[in-house]
């Protein structure tokens, strides 16, 4: 059998922001139904990395490629890229005035598939989910991120990864205090999706190890200064736990 191109594939990809080289020839390969976490101190570039798989304008690609099924997606814009299938956590962290969180989900849907459920049908899909995440039913007419807490936050990213039903996933799971029981929902979730959708690839990016105590990658790169500097298995996670990463410096 041959294989095809791999799911995602990021190749020497420098990034600069406002003139400052950020990322520095970044390689990283995802498959399918693979969980890779990207690890690095602040300030490696995790959030440029981020914003420059977003599509980001803010952030130039000066060198190397986003690769998507094998397809250079490097120059395309945010949401030609979610149409895809290529879901980033932190795509629609706003909160939008007023918009209830199914009808959000409602329109991000038709946007993504091209096909307009009707509100029943995705009221059932969403009901069907939160319940799985262990959601309260009054959320989905909450509007989006309204008073949301930094848990309620994940849980509605884990929500939208669910009903969006990207080929990837990028988590980033900013340093932003999140509490162990949003960490264990958040790994838990996505758990979830993945029993329903098991080719689901997900790139989780992390500061902390903690979140890797409910979720084991298959592998878990280091990043420093813009780079990768090392990749493994769970086992490097748990090196990092115990020698923090001045190892890598
Ligand atoms: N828009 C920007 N303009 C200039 N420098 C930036 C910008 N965004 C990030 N940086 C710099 O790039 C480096 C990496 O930042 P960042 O990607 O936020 O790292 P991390 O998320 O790993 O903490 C930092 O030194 C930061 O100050
Ligand atoms: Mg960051």
Do not use: C
């Not at 459920?117 to 959601?135: D, H, K, V």
């Not at 990864?161 to 996933?169: H, K, T, Y």
């Not at 790139?203 to 878990?220: A, E």
């Amino acid at each position: 059998m041959v294989a095809g191109p791999p799911l995602f594939q990021i190749r020497d990809l420098h990034v600069s922001a406002d003139g400052h080289q950020i990322l520095r020839g970044l390689d990283l390969t995802l498959a399918e139904g693979e969980i890779h976490a990207l690890m690095g101190p602040n300030g490696s570039g995790k959030s440029t990395l981020a914003n420059a798989l977003l599509g980001s304008p803010a952030y130039q690609v000066t060198q190397g490629q986003i690769l998507y099924r094998g397809e250079d997606i490097t120059a395309w814009p945010t949401d030609v890229r979610a149409k895809a299938g290529v879901f980033l956590a932190f795509q629609y962290p706003e909160e939008i005035a007023g918009v209830p969180v199914v009808q959000f989900l409602r329109q991000a849907l038709s946007a993504r598939k091209g096909i307009d459920l009707s509100i029943l049908e995705l009221r059932l899909s969403i009901m069907e989910w939160m319940e799985r995440l262990g959601m309260d039913r009054s959320f989905g007419d909450r509007y989006l991120n309204e008073g949301f807490s930094g848990g309620e936050k994940k849980r509605n990213e884990v929500l939208q990864m669910a009903i969006l039903e990207p080929d990837v996933a990028i988590l980033d799971e900013t340093d932003s205090g999140l509490d162990i029981d949003a960490l264990r929902t958040v790994a838990e979730g996505v758990h979830q999706v993945r029993n329903a959708r098991p080719a689901l690839g997900v790139l989780l990016i992390t500061h902390y190890q903690r979140i890797l105590d409910y979720l084991t990658p298959d592998r878990v790169h280091v990043m420093v200064a813009g780079r990768v500097v090392d990749s493994g298995g769970p086992e490097l996670a748990a090196r990092l736990e115990r020698e923090g990463y001045d190892a890598w410096r």
